[in-house]
């Protein structure tokens, strides 16, 4: 059983009483009910299904009857039949945002991968704040080959809950995936290299690899003399070394470029300042 369907599931499942849907049950049938979550929460696939038929058949056709059953289907990895009850409880409660997130993902697993965002996104919509519906549209963005997408949902996760490790670990992957992209696009498209090389000079001092970046930067003022922002991005490895001079030196190329440029003159005076309290 795929794990990351499992904790999907089984946190949706806890969340029923969380923005909770309209329909309510007839109140006998609300024990056979109770009877199928407890036995989804454990495992016990067979009887949860059993239950919450049987609940249908009584009359309890309510939304979260059948987004508990496709859930039930879900963990079988039988995606075509969770689909089926999924998209029943969104006609009953079109606002439920459960069985949209349940519903993407079974999507995804089948390959409908456009139909899948679809729902995610009208989940994000309804419930900005669910954690869960950005994770499974960030999975389709990468599936989808959007990058940027990807990103967005990562970083609105970051920001909803900063504390949390493994939202800054896939933003992390993300920005890589989106950077690595973004390199190869720059080998196809920049037959003179230099933009190429000012990115990986980026890259390699994100890494903090001053060196290679320094050497990647010296190719790229070398594919084009003109590029802005090489310069003064060598600059500034030059300041984190203490070489002054070639820092200096990368600051005048700077400015012979780029006159007007506020980042050179700033990076000039803060120069002046540390030299001047330099032993």
């Not at 697993?109 to 996104?121: C, D, H, M």
């Not at 669910?130 to 997408?149: F, S």
């Not at 203490?242 to 440029?261: C, F, G, T």
Request: aromatic share 4%.
């Amino acid at each position: 059983m795929d794990g990351g369907r499992t904790i999907l599931a089984a946190a949706i499942v806890l969340a029923l009483g969380r923005g909770a849907p309209a329909q309510e049950l007839p109140a006998g049938l609300q024990a056979s009910f109770d009877e199928g979550v407890r036995a989804l929460k454990a495992g016990r696939l067979d009887e949860a299904e059993s239950a919450f038929r049987a609940v249908l058949a009584q009359g309890g056709a309510t939304a979260y009857v059948h987004n508990n059953l496709g859930i039930v289907y879900q963990e079988r990895g039988q995606h075509s039949q969770a689909v089926t009850q999924l998209l029943e409880a969104i006609r009953l409660d079109p606002a439920y945002t459960a069985p949209r997130i349940l519903l993407g993902a079974s999507l995804l697993a089948l390959g409908r991968v456009g139909e899948a965002r679809a729902q995610l996104e009208r989940a994000v919509q309804l419930a900005p704040r669910e954690p869960l519906a950005r994770v499974q549209l960030a999975k389709v963005c990468e599936r989808a080959g959007d990058r940027v997408g990807a990103v967005e949902q990562y970083r609105a996760l970051r920001e909803m809950k900063p504390e949390e490790p493994e939202y800054a670990y896939q933003l992390g992957n993300a920005y890589l995936r989106l950077s690595e992209w973004c390199l190869k696009e720059l080998r196809t498209l920049d037959t003179g290299q230099a933009r190429l090389q000012q990115a990986l000079g980026h890259n390699y001092r994100a890494q903090g690899r001053p060196d290679l970046a320094l050497q990647a930067f010296a190719r790229a003022a070398q594919a084009d003399p003109t590029l802005p922002e090489v310069h003064l991005a060598m600059a500034q490895i030059h300041m984190e070394q203490k070489r002054w001079a070639e820092a200096r030196r990368e600051i005048e190329r700077e400015l012979a470029l780029v006159p007007e440029s506020a980042g050179a003159r700033a990076l000039g005076e803060r120069l002046e300042a540390l030299q001047g309290s330099s032993p």
